[in-house]
């Protein structure tokens, strides 16, 4: 590992992209403050036009090459692969990336737990941020040169990257490639959280499940600003000290307390609403959490895809219940850029603190993968290459 201080479910429940998987790519490190862009011109650069793309030339030869999962398993299946730097079509643009978000998603379909869109050599990751390096015909969006950042499923264990221009999002000025690329899938994750699956507003008092990571210190700081009380649960002493200073005004550590009995100390009546990513062993206790009418949001199952429920457990309280995933969301017309400015204002104006606390080479991501299923990562990680 090169760290610096740094069971089967389907598809659709997390993506909303069944079987389809784009085009594959990768990235390169950039500075969390500094336009990282900067590094993909030098001297030598010119720009050419040929055959209908509009390009950047900087006179050598770049080698491509991708991280793969050569079969469903565990972290020793990700190898490096050779292969040529893709050519953009009408309509899309080449990615060369320079920071590449790694998320629990990528390990579920690594493991085979999602199923695979191809037979081997699946390319992983769901967001990166980029130097756009070429654009096809009718792209008018984004220019090469533009800084730009994106989520979509799988396609970004890889240095460049093909992609549907019009799934690309510019990174405003002050916020680093790294930064945007750590962020943008989780930070739009909260958002529809928040926004979608249950509205909050100023005086609501809810619980959020694995508070301490990177979706969770995102949700922690923007219900902090709306005025939202958050009740957090975490692993451990130092997780639980991590999302207390992110927002959260509780925070129960799971591994001594019952969560539930914490909870009806601190909201005697219950909370709102229950945002829940880790599934088999947590549902049942959240749904015990709620108030009359609560919500129950489920969107993630990190420790097991919950098998056993049944609508009627719903009527202990007239309880709603919700599985949302994020590109139903994205695929909304105008969510993304609406959804994407929110964020970036966030973070910008410093509601929102971004805290990437491992990141490691792209060539070694089995080692981020063993990090993040053993639970020895918090907050956002990053691949560069």
């Known amino acids: 590992m090169t760290a610096s201080a740094r069971s089967r479910s389907n598809y659709l429940n997390d993506t909303g992209y069944p079987h389809k998987s784009p085009p594959h790519s990768n990235p390169r490190t950039a500075s969390s403050t500094s336009n990282s862009s900067d590094r993909s011109f030098n001297p030598s650069t010119t720009w050419i036009t040929f055959l209908g793309r509009t390009g ?81 015909s009718s792209v008018g969006n984004v220019s090469p040169g533009d800084r730009v950042v994106y989520t979509a499923p799988n396609g970004a264990y890889a240095s460049h990257r093909v992609i549907d221009a019009k799934t690309l999002v510019k990174i405003p000025d002050g916020i680093s490639d790294e930064i945007a690329a750590a962020s943008f899938l989780k930070g739009l994750t909260a958002y529809y959280l928040l926004h979608g699956s249950f509205a909050v507003k100023e005086g609501d008092t809810v619980l959020f499940h694995a508070a301490a990571g990177g979706v969770g210190l995102i949700v922690g700081q923007w219900l902090a600003a709306k005025g939202v009380r958050a009740i957090g649960t975490a692993g451990g002493p130092e997780k639980c000290a991590l999302a207390l200073d992110h927002g959260y005004s509780d925070v129960i550590d799971y591994r001594k307390d019952d ?25 049942r206790g959240s749904l015990k959490c709620l108030k009359l009418h609560g919500t129950f949001v489920s969107f993630g199952q990190s420790s097991g895809a919950i098998t056993d429920f049944n609508i009627s457990e719903l009527a202990a309280g007239s309880f709603h219940a919700t599985r949302p995933t994020l590109f139903h969301f994205v695929g909304l017309p105008g969510w993304l850029d609406k959804a994407s400015a929110a964020l970036f204002d966030q973070i910008g104006s410093g509601s929102v603190r971004i805290n990437i606390n491992q990141s490691f080479d792209l060539a070694d991501a089995a080692s981020a993968h063993t990090a993040l299923e053993g639970r020895q990562t918090t907050g956002c990680t990053i691949l560069t290459p």
């Open 259 to 283: 969560f539930v009995e914490k909870v009806k100390e601190l909201a005697p009546d219950g909370v709102e609403a229950v945002y829940d990513a880790v599934g088999k062993t947590t549902w």
């Open 56 to 136: 950047i030339c900087q006179g050598e030869n770049h080698v491509a090459y991708s991280i793969v999962a050569t079969r469903p398993g565990g972290p020793e299946v990700l190898q490096k692969k050779e292969t040529e730097v893709p050519q953009p079509g009408a309509g899309e643009a080449l990615l060369r990336h320079t920071a590449i978000g790694v998320n629990f998603l990528d390990a579920y379909f690594r493991s085979g737990l999602y199923p695979w869109s191809v037979e081997s050599d699946l390319v992983l990751g769901s967001e990166a941020a980029g130097v756009v390096e070429a654009v096809g």
